[in-house]
């Protein structure tokens, strides 16, 4: 108390002596003996705590700056200048430097340092005022503006500049200079006016002495380089070689790595300077790239130095030339022929190098489309859309410039002349009253305009609705497209067409089997050519009313286990097909799970339940296995852009997944770093590297000429004859991609092991490079194989967190165990030095490539294998399911169509599935019910390389066409309208996003043009006509696959959470302006019952940049609350009970199921939503009722109904039976974390 007094006496004290115009010396004497005692006081040992005691009288601080600025005694400025270096402290000074800040301490100093500086006869003043700047800087935001304007800058460059040959005294203004320099304006004044050349010379005095100073000149330069004008400076002086100098010294001195930041600091100036052109000259000339690449060889295993060593990679990697890709130009090697829209203007004919999409392949190459410095930095990455975010931001722009008269919205009348085809569910089953006026409207022989005409046959004439059976068809109809015969109950469109194929069977083939056709073949020495002239005649009849009944077992509707007998007879009686092990004979007749089957249910009730073996190795449900010979000759039928020289082993024989789990990889330390040095090395060596091109698909397709398109194509596979055969003497890896799907452009070997590979771009494009899909043959067991994927764009990818790419190995295949497996080792994802075309990133140049590098270690010697992106899944493998489901489901209680809704841009059918239960009875109840089912629609792969999405929509049809109790339930209480594949072109022709438009299909959902977009335009037409006869979809989800991240989860749309401040143009917004949250309970479900589900990566927001997907359209303008995407992961789990494995296709098909699964409970609560909606009426008279909408989910709720009513309560089938807890977890959604954009280290991410 006695000395907090005394303190107050001392200030008041001053504050008078303050106050005082002019002081005499008996005032002069008093304010040194008041600032002494003060300065005693608060550097006391004994009383440090009375330091924040002191300056939380602001008066105090006050009464000291203001004895700064009116005193003109050097014994007295020096007396409070200590005072408040003691106030501020040696440590934690963060909250007391604050407030002196807060107080205008910054101010009042750089004043008193430049009014000294004009009578002071030396600078001793001046260097005190800097130590308490020092203190100041960090807590100022706006420290170098005051420097700045206070004219304080020439001030402390002058001490630096007279200082520069005894540094150790000037340390404070050093670090002054330091946060000066972070001001681009003073660090421009700063090197103009010469303290590039005075620090430098403090460095070269420091040497290894004085090292606070030599690292805080270090940083200081650093922050000045950071200006190109002082980099040059910088070279001017000769700081590079005396940099790499003192760089290389510290390398052999400190040995012990203690003073690993001094190297860093030099290295970053190194970074800044080798900017500029002439910064890596002297690099270069200063034997820079020698010294930094030997030194990090030597260190590459220290931990330490980690930090060190990326930055020397960085200036390693700048100091050498940006390569162009080895190619002659990045265009497509091969392009499709567009039809000219009305209104749109495909994005290809916006690019100056891609103006003419309908080049000739040769034309191709001289267009000088070359890839010297592109970026696809924003893409699905940022949302992995390639670009599409910074498009679609300005969305009304390109509508203006690309699309000049958009088609105006179709009526109800010329919807259902175009779409009402497709939903023989509704016209089959007719009420007597309906039926004489369905007959007088019935267009009976009409056609429209629409390409669209598949309708359904009209039941027999027998009096039952049944589902036929398969007719004996000849092989021109097999060959002809089963996609346009009805395989069940559908008569076809009255109209004639003339269509030759060339079709290449392999040579040990002599007949094909679909199930008692056959198909004859003529065959020749060198090539099994069938040519089929097929001319058939298509019809098209309305329905016919008939009665009600359950169709009855015929021949062909034998039991699963009957036709299992009647296959394997069959194949006792055929020739054998194939001349391999008793193993692969084995394999095809068994009934193990291939890719070609429909596999067993292991319902799960928890999420977090372990693996199972179970779940390891499913039984398949009973089903027939076509064979290799079936898919040949649907392959066939396939229509692709370029030439094929053979069918993919994996596709045409099946395989299935290992029946053990596989973990994600974990990389070791260092790798990264030691792939990105091994890259150095090739480039200071050059003439180490072999340049050994020996895959080029580019040299064939120019030699191939007009013989490079499908019609030349093979449709058939010898891998197997070619396990341990020496096709030739060569010791060089043989690739090849030719063949559906497959993707890969160039293989140059450039080491003894190592392979640098070139991905095709998407057909038309220049970019879009990610999915591969190719063949290896040739190696050698137990040799480890490098393979670098030198044009990846994306700027992060999983290959970085324990993602490896997948193999399938034709001789592993043949001793039993065909199975698409994990593999690689030493996976690392970076930057490289080959730059991207600078019209694929809108002009921005010095864009570089990534490189996906693992390494192999093939088990076999002479083997046939497969490496691909991920588990591939062809358009003839969809068509190959497609006729096997139609041959295999249970037509007594499945009601099954599969029409044509439209052909792709090549010809390609595009299919529409519809599958529900047949009307439980004939009566008018019966009917009713029959018609007020609620519709799923379903939708896959319209971005060709996420092939993930058509395992899931594989793993819901297998639920939804087999005999489970809940796949019963599932049709009963639903119709089901699936569009299993929406970019089929893209599919084929092994792109990754685009379709052969060049662009995303799902950015196209506003304004599809029919004939550039067909797939959207009519998958759109036939939600709007659902949407016109009050049949809307009660779930719309589109699956899709994502690049970076983990685990499956959903995108749903929320107006809270969307674009637009109050977004109420949306069907979840109701008349009282209260959202529905409906949308939220199918993530929920899926959350509790679907192992690879995440919730916590699902978000629900609306951004601008996704209006126009396919989520998002059908949400705002077809009125689907429950519109979704659903993403899974090409990597693997980090939640549930698959955490810390890769994923499969059973878990990819397992997801499927689940979520159609997880319908039930979702229709469970929409069922009981409708029937209380009529209670509520009956009840409405009744006074001890109250209904009231239930907040969580938009719902009618009953909490007054009396104790007998309590049946009627309204409950979520997966939660507790009272609303409150539905609230509760409405609300714990309401509080998730969205997750979007940069998350971690998992770099951006991308939304569909």
């Not at 040990?508 to 073949?521: D, K």
């Not at 038309?764 to 190696?779: I, L």
């Amino acid at each position: 108390m006695e000395r907090g007094s005394r303190v107050k006496g001392l200030i008041d004290s001053l504050d008078k002596l303050n106050v005082q115009r002019g002081l005499t010396p008996d005032d002069l004497q008093q304010s040194r003996y008041v600032t002494s005692k003060l300065l005693q006081y608060v550097s006391n040992t004994q009383d440090k705590v009375h330091r924040d005691l002191f300056l939380k009288n602001i008066s105090n601080l006050e009464v000291l700056l203001s004895t700064l600025e009116n005193s003109s005694d050097n014994c007295v400025r020096q007396n409070v200048l200590y005072v408040l270096i003691e106030l501020i402290g040696k440590s934690h000074t963060g909250k007391r430097a604050t407030v002196m800040v807060q107080q205008g301490a910054t101010q009042v100093l750089f004043h008193l340092l430049v009014d000294d500086n004009k009578t002071a006869e030396n600078d001793d003043l001046q260097i005190t005022i800097h130590q308490v700047l020092a203190k100041l800087g960090p807590k100022d935001r706006k420290f170098g503006v005051k420097a700045r304007l206070s004219q304080a800058l020439a001030v402390t460059l002058n001490i630096v500049r007279n200082h520069t040959s005894s540094p150790k005294s000037i340390q404070p203004v050093l670090q002054v200079l330091k946060q000066l320099a972070n001001n681009a304006v003073n660090a421009s004044y700063l090197g103009k006016n010469g303290a590039i050349s005075y620090l430098f010379k403090i460095v070269s005095v420091c040497g290894r002495k004085h090292l606070t100073i030599l690292k805080c000149a270090l940083d200081t330069l650093g922050s000045l380089v950071k200006s190109k004008s002082n980099s040059a400076r910088a070279i001017g002086h000769g700081g590079v070689p005396m940099l790499m100098s003192s760089f290389y010294d510290w390398h052999k001195v400190d040995t012990k790595n203690r003073h690993t930041n001094l190297r860093k600091s030099i290295l970053n100036i190194l970074k800044h300077i080798t900017n500029l052109k002439s910064g890596r000259k002297a690099l270069i000339e200063g034997d820079g790239i020698r010294i930094l690449y030997t030194t990090c060889q030597e260190t590459l295993q220290v931990r330490e130095l980690e930090s060190v060593i990326f930055v020397a990679s960085l200036i390693l990697r700048k100091c050498f030339p940006k390569n162009r890709l080895p190619l002659q130009n990045v265009c497509s090697a091969i392009s499709c022929s567009l039809p000219e829209s009305d209104f749109h203007i495909p994005e290809s004919y916006l690019n100056p190098d891609l103006q003419d999409p309908t080049f000739s392949h040769n034309a191709a190459s001289s267009t000088g489309c070359h890839g010297d410095d592109s970026s696809l930095d924003n893409d699905d990455d940022i949302s992995s859309d390639d670009n599409d975010a910074a498009k679609l931001e300005s969305e009304d722009d390109l509508d203006g410039e690309r699309e000049r008269a958009p088609p105006s919205v179709q009526s109800a009348s010329e919807l259902a002349a175009a779409y009402s085809q497709f939903f023989p569910e509704i016209a089959e089953f007719l009420s007597t009253e309906e039926d004489q006026g369905a007959k007088a409207r019935a267009p009976v022989g009409s056609q429209s305009d629409s390409v669209l005409h598949t309708p359904y046959r009209s039941l027999a004439a027998s009096g039952r609705y049944s589902m036929p059976n398969l007719p004996s068809a000849s092989a021109e109809e097999i060959m002809l497209g089963f996609n346009d015969m009805s395989m069940h109950d559908g008569s076809r469109h009255k109209e004639t067409y003339t269509r030759k194929s060339d079709l290449n069977i392999r040579d040990n083939i002599t007949s094909v089997n679909f199930a008692g056709m056959s198909m004859e073949r003529r065959t020749s020495d060198n090539q099994s050519d069938i040519t089929l002239d097929e001319t058939e005649t298509l019809g098209f009849q309305t329905s016919a009313k008939v009665p009600i009944r359950r169709p009855q077992q015929s021949t062909s509707n034998k039991s699963p286990k009957v036709k299992r007998k009647a296959k394997r007879k069959q194949k006792t009686q055929s020739p054998s097909k194939m001349k391999s092990p008793s193993k692969m004979d084995d394999w095809f007749t068994s009934d193990l799970q291939s890719s070609l089957s429909i596999t067993q249910i292991s319902p799960r009730d928890t999420k977090e339940e372990t693996p199972s073996e179970e779940s390891l190795s499913e039984e398949e449900e009973p089903g027939v296995y076509e064979g290799p010979d079936t898919y040949a000759s649907i392959a066939a039928k396939t229509k692709g852009v370029g030439r094929w020289n053979k069918i993919a082993f994996p596709d045409l024989h099946g395989h299935k997944p290992p029946p053990f789990p596989e973990p994600l990889y974990e990389r070791k330390f260092g790798v990264q770093r030691c792939k990105v040095f091994e890259d150095i090395d090739r480039m200071i060596n050059p003439d180490q590297v072999m340049e050994h091109v020996v895959f080029d698909l580019d040299a064939i397709v120019a030699s191939a000429g007009d013989t490079y398109n499908s019609r030349y194509s093979v449709n058939s596979n010898r891998d197997a004859s070619r396990i341990g055969r020496i096709e030739d003497y060569s010791d060089y890896l043989k690739f090849n991609s030719q063949f559906e799907s497959g993707n890969l452009r160039k293989a140059i070997q450039v080491r003894e092991l190592e392979y640098d590979l070139i991905l095709s771009p998407d057909v038309n494009t220049n970019h879009h490079h990610q999915w591969f899909y190719f063949e290896v043959s040739n190696m050698k067991a137990g040799m480890k194989y490098r393979f670098n994927i030198v044009n990846c764009e994306k700027v992060n990818s999983q290959f970085n967190f324990g993602m490896q790419p997948v193999m399938f190995s034709v001789r592993e295949a043949m001793e039993g165990r065909p199975y698409w497996t994990r593999v690689g080792s030493e996976i690392c994802y970076y930057r490289n030095h080959f730059t991207r075309s600078s019209q694929v990133t809108g002009g921005v140049k010095g864009k570089s490539y990534y490189t996906t590098t693992f390494t192999i270690m093939f088990p076999h010697t002479r083997d046939v294998c497969y490496l691909a992106y991920h588990f591939p899944y062809t358009y003839s493998t969809l068509q190959a399911n497609l006729f096997k489901w139609s041959n295999i489901y249970d037509k007594q209680s499945i009601y099954y169509r599969q029409q044509t809704l439209t052909h792709t841009l090549t010809g390609n059918p595009v299919p529409l599935l519809t599958i529900t239960a047949y009307p439980t009875s004939q009566d008018q109840e019966g009917l009713d019910q029959f018609r007020s089912r609620p519709y799923i629609f379903l939708s896959a792969r319209v971005h060709p390389g996420e092939s993930n999405a058509s395992w899931v929509m594989k793993g819901s049809l297998d639920l939804l066409l087999s005999s489970k109790p809940q796949a019963q339930q599932l049709r009963e209480m639903y119709i089901f309208k699936v569009v299993p594949m929406l970019n089929p072109d893209g599919v084929i022709n092994g792109t990754h996003r685009c379709s052969m438009v060049a662009e995303d299909l799902n950015r196209r959902w506003l304004h599809p043009c029919p004939k550039l977009h067909p797939t959207i335009y009519h998958t759109k037409g036939l939600l709007q006509y659902m949407q016109s006869i009050n049949k809307a979809p009660l779930v719309f989800c589109d699956y899709h696959g994502h690049s970076r991240r983990k685990n499956v989860f959903m995108y749903g749309c929320s107006p809270s959470m969307s674009w637009m401040n109050e977004d109420l143009d949306n069907p979840a917004i109701s008349s009282n302006k209260v959202e529905d949250t409906g949308y939220k309970t199918l993530p929920r479900l899926l959350q509790s019952s679907a192992a690879s589900f995440s919730l916590g990566n699902c978000s629900f927001m609306v951004e601008k940049s996704k209006e126009a997907t396919a989520r998002v359209v059908v949400w705002r303008q077809i009125g689907v609350v429950r519109s979704y995407t659903m993403e899974s992961t090409y990597c693997g789990c980090d939640q549930g009970a698959y955490r810390g494995n890769h994923i499969n296709t059973r878990m990819l098909e397992e997801m499927g199921r689940k979520f159609c699964e997880a319908l039930l409970k979702v229709r469970s609560r929409h069922a009981k939503l409708a029937s209380f909606g009529s209670l509520a009426g009956a009840l409405a008279s009744d006074s001890n009722i109250s209904i009231h909408s239930d907040p969580c989910e938009g719902a009618m709720a009953f909490p007054s109904v009396p104790s007998s009513s309590k049946d009627f309560e309204l409950q979520e089938s997966d939660s507790s039976s009272n609303s409150d807890s539905q609230c509760s977890d409405s609300d714990e959604l309401d509080d998730m974390e969205e997750v979007e954009g940069i998350m971690g280290d998992e770099g951006v991410y991308e939304y569909p």
